[in-house]
């Protein structure tokens, strides 16, 4: 904010000194001479120059994606106040008034002569992460976040869901209150914590304030206390900056509000402690927090930033995305989401520029449904409202699922209830009705039933039914019909594109009876192929370009749309060398996009996750596929540090053609 400030500063002298001063003069006197003419005033111009390539306005020399600020169109004039590297700093007036911010050099032609260049301590830093899009921030006060725990099961819930790359110089700030209730403190990661016990292997420092000073408490997993803790020069009462100077979190700086350095702490040289790598010693970092109920913990004003490079290089996401390029073909092009991961504005800017339809998970945690009509709507009522953006439509997934899976679909209180099959039957009824009352006109997509076709075979695998029964399939589309009449509702089930082998026969004829039946009745809309392929339990058979559109078409003549809903290809599972198995994986993908292109009836792409550094097949945080972090199988459009795989490249060859 102070850099910012003095960018401000800047520009407000900048400009000054090119304003003219009013001057008083005085009227001539009468007199028998004709009077002298009036002085003409010659004002100092400021520095101007017209944009010759549409540029986006950046509040940092440097380009932000994610953060879409005003678009300057070619032609238009703007006051170039000052450059730094590759960038100029400008002022643009619109009818949205002046605008003050940076945009490329090479996009205005010509910089005008007599510009001056800024110094590195008068540009505003570069944000790594937007915390203004995470769920426990508000706006109060400048900007905060509020973590409040009910339970010691939630204290530990607020960590951001990315690994953000050491830039250098890294600056974290904030400020800390709390009620000392509990234990509170900021955390900062250099590497996961799923170990058991959970301190086992750990690089952490948590970022702690006693009624005095801050302080930090260091571990290098040998052990579950801190290994170091070590008090900071700076009280409770002011903002801490921290700043690391190398990629791995060796030494920290203690700065002070002036960004002088107070204290430099050397964690290589600490008693006790042994981190001879450093704090980060992958080149990693990850934030959150750790608070024990019922404490009250605000971070005041956090930020973490870098000084930017300011250098500029053209950028495929100056180009059309994959949304733009599908749109003709009457096909959109959805991820799951959750918009936490925002936070990394990496991912926000791929988001930003392929997708324009966000699935939403979070309909899926039991931890929502907390009792028999009663709700915790706290997370999922942000997470629509942050996601409810114009161009993006919101896919509700899945509103009815069977699973038996603890971490999804069926509250422990359900499962362990001893219903009768009319009492489930009109808790299913009030949650459909609940739900899509709520998000009418917000959410448009609805997953019902989710895996029927393919769980109703397995007893166990699919609550509802083994407690009521095929008819909970009808009711609940009826009921989600009645709810919300314009929504569409899909019926979404996995290792159904294709008839290659006996499961996926199975699940296509299964669904389409289904289908039909629940077409007859007016109540279906859609149907969903997941698509997840080469997940350890589905069918190695790779299948065929033709007989995916050949089993959309066969849908598609039932009336309803086809969606590919959840798309990932696993490349662990898959045999040959790791070329051979790349090359597999984008002739999926495109045969995939070519299917639903050439079907006409095909109206979603999308996959499950963006980037391979959070799919749920690498799980680098969670056992969901396999037990441990598998980066071989790499399974998203984007690689580990966001930049788009060359099947990404593919799918827009593809969606390019007319």
């Known amino acids: ?60 020399p440097g380009d932000d994606y994610c953060k879409l600020n005003a678009l300057i169109p070619a032609g238009m004039q703007v006051d170039v106040i000052g450059t730094y590297h590759d960038y100029a700093a400008v002022t643009w007036g619109s009818s949205a008034g002046w605008q003050r911010g940076f945009i490329p050099k090479i996009k205005l032609g010509a910089v005008p002569s007599g510009v001056q260049e800024l110094a590195s301590d008068a540009v505003p830093w570069q944000p790594l992460l937007d915390f203004s899009t995470w769920t426990y921030y508000t706006p109060t006060d400048g900007g905060e976040l509020v973590i409040q725990p009910v339970s010691e099961e939630q204290s530990d819930w607020a960590v951001d869901p990315g690994r953000h790359l050491v830039k250098i110089p890294l600056r974290m700030h904030f400020g800390l209150q709390r009620t000392y209730e509990n234990w509170a403190g900021v ?56 700043q690391f100077m190398d990629v791995n979190g060796r030494q920290i700086q203690v700065l002070d509000q002036d960004n002088n350095v107070l204290q430099t702490i050397d964690l290589t040289n600490q008693a006790g402690l042994n981190l001879p790598n450093g704090l980060f010693p992958e080149g990693w970092f990850q934030f959150g927090t750790t608070v024990g109920a019922p ?21 495929w996401l100056e180009s059309p995305g994959l949304k733009d390029l599908a749109a003709p073909h009457g096909i959109q092009i959805g991820t799951e989401f959750n918009p936490d991961q925002l936070m990394d504005k990496r991912l926000c800017a791929v988001f930003k520029h392929d997708y324009n339809v966000a699935i939403i998970s979070a309909f899926g945690d039991p931890k929502l449904w907390t009792g028999p009509g009663q709700y915790d709507f706290a997370t999922l009522d942000q997470i629509i409202n942050q ?55 917000r959410v448009k997509i609805y997953s019902i039933a989710n895996e029927a076709p393919q769980r109703d075979r397995y007893p166990g695998a699919d609550f509802w039914f083994d ?41 296509i004829n299964a669904q389409y ?44 003549d039932l009336g ?24 597999l ?42 037990p441990s972090y598998t980066p071989d199988a790499a399974p998203l459009l984007f690689d580990t540090e966001y930049n788009p795989k060359p099947l990404y490249d593919a799918l827009i060859q593809i969606l390019s053609e007319p």
Not at 560 to 583: K, S, Y
């Open 1 to 60: 904010m102070k850099l910012f400030l003095r960018f401000i500063i800047c520009a407000i002298i900048l400009l000054s000194a090119c304003t003219p001063t009013p001057q008083s003069v005085p009227t001539p006197a009468a007199t028998a001479v004709s009077p002298a003419p009036t002085p003409t005033l010659m004002p100092t111009l400021v520095p101007s120059a017209v944009v010759q390539v549409q540029a986006q306005l950046s509040d940092f």
């Open 187 to 242: 955390r900062i990661y250099g590497s996961s914590d799923i170990a058991d016990p959970w301190w086992k292997g750990i690089n952490r420092m948590d970022v702690t304030v006693d009624r005095k000073q801050y302080r930090l408490c260091v571990r290098d997993g040998s052990r579950e206390d801190c290994n170091a803790d070590i008090p900071l020069s700076v009280s409770a009462d002011q903002e801490l900056t921290l």
């Open 295 to 315: 404490e009250k913990f605000k971070v005041i004003h956090p930020s973490v930033t870098t000084l930017p490079v300011g250098m500029y290089q053209p950028s």
């Open 387 to 441: 996601t409810a953006q114009p161009g993006v439509t919101l896919y509700a997934s899945h509103l009815v699922w069977g699973t038996s899976d603890e971490e999804g679909g069926i509250p422990a209180w359900i499962r362990n209830g001893n219903y009768s099959k009319d009492q489930l039957l009109d808790i299913l009824h009030q949650h459909i009705t609940t739900l899509m009352t709520r998000y009418r006109g």
């Open 467 to 507: 407690h009521i029964g095929t008819e909970y399939i009808d009711k609940a589309f009826q009921w989600a019909r009645e709810a919300d009449p314009n929504a569409i509702l899909i019926l979404n089930t996995d290792n159904n594109e294709s008839p290659r082998d006996a499961d996926t026969s199975y699940n």
């Open 513 to 556: 009876r289904i289908v039909k039946r629940l077409k007859d009745k007016g109540i279906i809309d859609a149907v969903g192929m997941q698509m997840h392929l080469f997940l350890p339990w589905n069918s190695r058979v790779v299948p065929k370009e033709a007989d995916v559109e050949a089993t959309m078409k066969k849908f598609g």
């Open 560 to 583: 309803v749309q086809v969606m590919i809903t959840e798309m990932d290809v696993n490349l662990h599972e898959m045999h040959g060398t790791p070329e051979e198995r790349t090359a």
């Open 585 to 626: 994986q984008k002739q999926l993908y495109t045969d995939m996009m070519t299917a639903c292109i050439r079907s006409k009836v095909c109206t979603l792409f999308a996959t499950w996750g963006i980037s391979d550094a959070t799919s749920w097949v690498t799980a680098r945080d969670i056992d969901a596929v396999y």
